[in-house]
């Protein structure tokens, strides 16, 4: 259900196009992991992988699991609630995992949160928490970095802000380009598998922001 809604709607807010590497596959039982700059980007990272015939199971903050009807429907598709700051957060893992063992393809948000920046300029990721290396290691899944940029055009900034940003998106119409990157294999320590994580995801959105348009200064 996110992947088709995100499908249809993504397109009358703005322009999408995606790109991707030469060698980019996601392959069945691999983690695909995003950067996370506005409450729009999960939708328009959904859009864009369904256009490469891919529908992930979404690794969500569990908030969204309070909403009466979408809550039933996360559930039922069996995206995958994240608890933070919780000592259910481990579980979170648990169900990533066996959902990558059963060849389920798997989205997560490495940064665990949004940026507090008010502007709707690009910039780069923010620090990634440990989940994403934690998991990588435990199920030797490949993870495919993908960058998105323009979803701040969107949605950004105060809730005010926010509301009318998605209000006069249709009439704006802004540039949105998601760009998949290359698989890559995390080795190392949780550290290092970290770093190569945030690298590799920061390269993808780097490229995305470039296909924007974005000043050289914002994409650095």
């Known amino acids: 259900m996110l992947s ?8 009358t807010v703005g322009r999408l196009t995606v790109t991707s590497d030469p060698d980019a596959e996601i392959a069945p039982g691999s983690i695909v992991a995003a950067n996370h700059t506005s409450l729009a980007d999960p939708a328009i990272v959904l859009a864009a992988l369904r256009r490469l015939g891919v529908q992930p199971v979404v ?10 009807l979408l809550g039933r429907a ?5 995206h995958i609630p994240v608890h933070r700051r919780d000592r ?13 063992d059963k060849g389920r393809l ?3 948000y490495a940064e665990g949160g949004l940026p507090l920046r008010k502007d709707a300029a690009e910039a780069a990721p923010e620090s990634f928490r440990s989940g994403l290396a934690r998991l990588a290691e ?4 490949p993870v495919v970095p993908v960058g998105q940029a323009g979803a701040r055009r969107v949605t950004s900034g105060s809730a005010a802000k926010q509301l009318a940003g998605l ?9 949105l380009h998601v760009h998949v990157g290359t698989p890559l294999t995390l080795t190392g320590d949780s550290a290092t598998r970290t770093a190569q994580a945030y690298g590799a995801v920061t390269d993808a959105w780097r490229k995305a922001a470039a296909r924007l348009g974005e000043p050289a200064a914002a994409a650095a």
Do not use: N, Y
């Open 59 to 68: 690794m969500a903050a569990a908030g969204l699991w309070r909403i009466p």
């Open 88 to 100: 259910r957060a481990a579980q979170a893992l648990d169900l990533a995992a066996d959902a990558l």
């Open 106 to 108: 798997i989205l997560i």
């Open 74 to 78: 996360l559930t039922r598709e069996g």
């Open 167 to 175: 209000v006069t998106a249709p009439v704006r119409r802004p540039g």
């Open 4 to 11: 088709r809604l995100s499908h249809a709607l993504v397109p």
């Open 138 to 141: 435990r199920t030797g899944a």
